[in-house]
């Protein structure tokens, strides 16, 4: 809504870029490469063999020159995940923070308290899930997929905005969900938990002779959550001496359908989550179970890919999503509503050709409408609209990426994206070199660069008491350099050890005006942070698997030099998985440790470690797993640092729970 | 309004990217062709499977690996002639029907649809023959080894029961690295 549109400078940026790039093409040479005896090798050598073939151009992340995680479907079952956030908790420099509403992620040491998920990425099946209105991603029990349809998730760390854009700013979390296979129908499961917790799912997962792949799921969670919580900031006769009664209730519900057939698949979800705020945040009223927010999320989209023949590949797709937030907030026994609606559609295309004999080219564009981008605050009685901000925007990008492989050993990835959004523009690259000296050993060399755009939260929400607007906010940007070395150990074991510097510019930072005490966000604060991160996991025999990790991370706020708030220096993650008794049962045990971290007030929340077990038992008969985890086993009391809408300065977190479940596939 | 630059931008890159496509040059630079690797799975694979004595006429009866359903190794199988396994000669025959299958020990069958799987299951009866496939659900259906690729590598997930069904025994090193796949009947 009347947005200027910008100069095409970025056409005429992206001519000279193609242009390069061809350029580059042309300057291959086509030399005969002598490999290595494929006989000779061991089957454990020949699993670690990258090959190529007609069908091998993989969406997006897959040859990704990043630092890359990969948790699969197995993972999941065997260390009893039941979040997106329990995931991403085991994954080295990933830490977690819950403020009893939602989850937000912190990674290398940047997790700003009260900031939502803006700055992470979180894709399912290459579709954007982060919403239009508060860039945010969700992770907690609000991430509208159920876990169990979870096929494979790919962590990409590092900025990714040179392949997608906006919020791919730390990470890229792209969810892949399941396949149908063609020798399963249905599949049910049920758990119960503490907290008085329970889950059902039913699916429906076939693939049909003639190719059709369909599956189609619904789930329910109701949980009563903690039936009283204490906050000592309450402790007071007037707030029921600081106790909060059943106001940590957490539902949710969804659907996900995805159908697949000779190149097209279609895609759709809807999920609705609603949670009870039992601390009081925005200085509601405490101990009233009315305060909550509901979240729904849904959206549709079609694509179709095709091979063109050996060596390029096309796909298109088209995408509509809706948004819905709903918060209530009681004041005075009033209720307050807080109201956020976006809907948005577009479609994007992705051409990936192997030109010459050296090169993997990926050419995408992407455009999108932001039909509805709206927000609402309503005092119900009387009802007074102290807020009613109606907005549209559009963005359109271009982006390009190279492959180029320079020698037998050496890799040159090099990608570009425009991004116009007519109010703001933003061009981002990243450059990799990946040198494979000799086998088992792996060099990479990165510079990227990523953006985020403010958000109609930063930009828009104005509440007479609270909080005002600021219109003239730009994007923020991230600079990274990291140096990556991924070691084989043996047969068995690989190390991973990456080495990584960011400087963030003009930060989106909530402020307090002196001169009016609102909140108001602005591009003010850079943050400086260098880092080390090291894994080592493999096979310890036997069908064992592990892993460990430890996490240095030094973020400075780059004035001031001092610590952010909830940035721990210090974060260690051990994974241990194998059978027991018998090779039907499995047991899964984690820990994860991580350091103090400062709180708004100036204070420290302690370091802690939570460990959790989970024992896996299949073909107990046909067809038939049974589950049970103990989460926080050694009941660990820690907290996680609040942000500024709440009075508390740190939330307590869930102690000792316990989970039972089957699974039943028909 | 820039939308349109854009996709004359766009469309020239596609045209000129697609021109220098139609070149088809490529070599081994990333990584190895698919069917090589493949080959060498197969080769490899030999060396855990235990056939029962009565599979062989004699001592000098080769190890026959047949491939069914047309051949995707193309030249891929030449690394494999002059081997050896367990002291047997391996000998290659490319089945032109996947019904004919008389004394081949493993049987590669190449099958994107999986048309040909109930008829080579049907010619195979029970015998003692390593059934190789790379399609989805093919373990599932009988097949004893199914090829996949992650990320562009190769993995193999394996059909214990359909192993021990046709009296082959597999090594629990091979097991280790497979994906363990249950049969639906």
Known sequence: ?666 | MSFKKYSAVIAAALILIAGAGTQEVFSQVHGYEEYKVKAAFLYNFTKFIEWPADSFENADTPLTLCISGGNPFGDALDSLKDKTVGGRRLSIRIVSRPEATEGCHIVFSSDPDGKNLPAILNSLKNRRVLLVGEMTGFAEAGGIINFFIVDDKVRFEINVEAARRRGLGISSQLLKLARIVKEKN
């Open chain 1, 1 to 666: 809504m009347g947005y200027k549109s910008a100069p095409p400078k970025s056409a005429r940026l992206f001519i000279p870029v193609t242009a390069f790039f061809l350029l580059l093409h042309a300057l291959v040479f086509g030399d005969n490469i002598v490999l290595a005896d494929l006989t000779e090798m061991s089957i454990e050598e020949l699993m670690n063999v990258t090959v190529y073939g007609a069908s091998k151009f993989e969406q997006k992340t897959t040859e990704a020159p990043s630092s890359v995680s990969i948790i699969t479907s197995e993972d999941i079952k065997k260390y009893g995940y039941r979040t997106l956030s329990d995931i991403l908790k085991s994954q080295r420099s990933f830490y977690i923070t819950y403020d009893r509403n939602y989850s937000y992620v912190g990674v290398r040491g940047f997790g700003r308290s009260g900031d939502y998920n803006g700055r992470v990425l979180i894709l399912i099946d290459g579709h954007r899930t982060n919403d239009n209105v508060y860039d945010q991603g969700f992770i907690g029990t609000e991430f509208p997929l159920d876990v169990d349809l979870i096929e494979k998730i790919e962590i990409v760390r590092g900025p990714g905005s040179a392949l997608y854009g906006s919020n791919a700013f730390f990470a890229v979390i792209n969810v892949i969900t399941r396949k149908a296979g063609t020798t399963e129908w249905m599949e049910a499961s049920v758990d119960a938990g503490a907290l008085e917790t329970y889950k059902g799912r039913l699916s429906f997962v076939h693939e049909f002779n003639d190719g059709t792949g369909v599956l189609l799921s619904g789930s329910i969670m109701d949980s009563e959550g903690r039936s009283r919580l204490f906050f000592s900031e309450f402790d007071d006769p007037s707030t029921n001496d600081g106790i909060a009664e059943n106001a940590d209730y957490d539902r949710n519900h969804g659907f996900f359908l995805k159908l697949s057939r000779s190149g097209f698949t279609l895609e759709g979800l809807y999920a609705s989550r609603e949670k009870g705020i039992p601390t009081a945040s925005f200085e509601t009223d405490f101990n009233d179970s009315r305060n909550m927010t509901v979240d729904e999320r849904g959206y549709a989209y079609l694509r179709y890919e095709r091979q063109l023949g050996d060596n390029s590949q096309i796909m298109g797709r088209l995408f509509y999503d809706v948004y819905d937030y709903d918060g209530t907030y009681m004041y005075g026994g009033v209720t307050n509503k807080d109201l956020g609606k976006g809907t948005w559609w577009g479609g994007e295309t992705l051409y990936s050709v192997r030109p010459l004999d050296k090169h993997k080219l990926s050419l995408g564009a992407e455009y999108q409408v932001n039909s509805k981008q709206d927000q609402k605050y309503d005092d119900q009685d009387p009802l007074t609209a102290d807020l009613d901000d109606r907005r549209d925007s559009r963005r359109l990008a271009v982006y390009l990426q190279d492959e180029f492989a320079v020698t037998e050993s050496l890799i040159f990835n090099a990608g570009l994206r425009h991004d116009n959004y007519y109010r703001f523009e933003s061009t981002n690259p990243r450059l990799a070199l990946i040198y494979s000296p000799f086998d088992g050993t792996v060099f990479k060399a990165i510079y990227g660069q990523a953006f985020r755009i403010p958000n109609s939260y930063e930009l828009y929400y104005e509440e007479a008491t609270t909080q005002k607007s600021n219109e003239d906010l730009g994007p923020e940007t991230i600079r990274t350099h990291e140096i990556i070395w991924e070691q084989s150990l043996g047969k068995n074991f690989n190390m991973t050890v990456d080495a990584f510097h960011y400087t963030i510019s003009d930060l989106i930072h909530q402020h307090s005006d002196p001169e009016d005490d609102l909140l108001v966000f602005m591009n003010s604060n850079d943050i400086e942070t260098d880092g080390v991160e090291l894994e080592i996991g493999g096979n310890l025999g036997d069908r064992a698997e592990g892993r460990v990790s430890y996490t240095y991370q030094n973020a400075k706020e780059a004035e001031e030099r001092t610590r952010p708030v909830n940035s721990p220096r210090h974060l260690a993650k051990l994974n241990l998985t194998a059978p027991v008794l018998d090779e039907n049962l499995i047991a899964g045990l984690e820990a994860q440790y991580t350091s103090k971290r400062e709180t708004l007030a100036g204070d420290q929340t302690d370091a802690f470690i939570v460990s959790n077990l989970t024992i896996l038992g299949r073909n107990l008969a046909r067809g038939l797993e049974l589950s049970g985890s103990i989460y926080n086993i050694f009941d660990k009391r820690y907290h996680d640092p609040s942000g500024d809408e709440y009075v508390q300065d740190f939330i307590e977190q869930d102690g000792r729970a316990f989970r039972l479940k089957i699974t039943y596939v028909f």
